[in-house]
């Protein structure tokens, strides 16, 4: 069972264009939710993350949309350039309780940025 | 260190060979993870270290997958008699704080392996 749903697969923009990758979730136990930057031959690197209290949150040209009642939430790429080419993961984890410190992934989205 | 050590970073193994894999945390991460990243796919959790105890092991695969951090700094994972359905990129990470994946993760840059 994936818990965590994540959009498109792969993404092609224009530099200066604004990707958009869309997250669902099914747990509703789910209180964290991190977005993660990838390189290739790289382990994911934390890139923002937000918690369901709040509709929105910025950290320089990322921003990340939750919506709690439809379970869903995006990554924002303001002004994209070529060397946010990277491949993007959503993640899940639980506030409290066993698993709380494991990170449910969504499958991964590849954004290339044409110059 | 500065960030995660792993080794080796590429392993290719034949059918049915053990291998292990190291994992060396930035200096004083109490927590330290196991994750494996399948191609094309996002990290799924393996197992979990909370200094030497090994406080969750439910995503181990089977029981050919073993871990360890014995003296609660560089963890190993073991597979045995591997199969070509082991072949993923083994992921660790570690984190300063004893619980809680919000405090973030510091992955490494992960161990290839192919099993042939």
């Known amino acids: 069972q994936q818990q965590v749903k994540q959009s498109p697969q792969s993404l092609i923009v224009q530099k200066g264009g604004i990707p958009i990758i869309n997250c669902a979730y099914e747990n509703t136990a789910f209180d964290y939710f991190p977005w993660y930057q990838q390189f290739p031959g790289k382990g994911p690197a934390l890139l923002i993350a937000?918690?369901?209290?709040?509709s929105e949150k910025k950290e320089g040209r990322f921003t990340i949309s939750f919506n709690k009642s439809a379970k869903q939430f995006s990554l924002h790429i303001m002004d994209s350039q070529p060397g946010d080419s990277a491949t993007y993961f959503c993640?899940?984890?639980?506030?409290?309780?066993?698993?709380?410190?494991?990170?449910?992934f969504g499958k991964g989205t590849k954004l290339s940025v044409i110059p | 260190g500065a960030g995660v050590s792993q080794s080796p970073r590429y392993k290719v193994a034949k059918r049915g060979q053990d291998v292990a894999l190291r994992c060396d945390p930035i200096s004083g991460h109490v927590s330290l993870f196991w994750y494996q990243q399948a191609l094309g796919q996002g990290p799924e959790f393996l197992t979990y270290?909370?200094?030497?105890?090994?406080?969750?092991k439910s995503g181990l695969p089977s029981d050919r997958f073993f871990a360890e951090r014995p003296e609660g700094s560089v963890s190993t994972l073991k597979i045995q008699r591997t199969q070509q359905e082991d072949s993923a990129v083994y992921l660790c990470?570690?984190?300063?704080?004893?619980?809680?994946?919000?405090?973030?993760?510091?992955f490494g840059s992960g161990t290839r392996l192919t099993v042939v």
């Open positions: 990470a570690s984190s300063q704080m004893s619980v809680r994946a919000n405090y973030g993760y510091t």
């Open positions: 993640a899940a984890s639980t506030g409290s309780g066993a698993g709380s410190y494991q990170l449910t």
């Open positions: 937000i918690r369901p209290d709040v």
């Open positions: 270290f909370q200094n030497e105890a090994q406080l969750d």
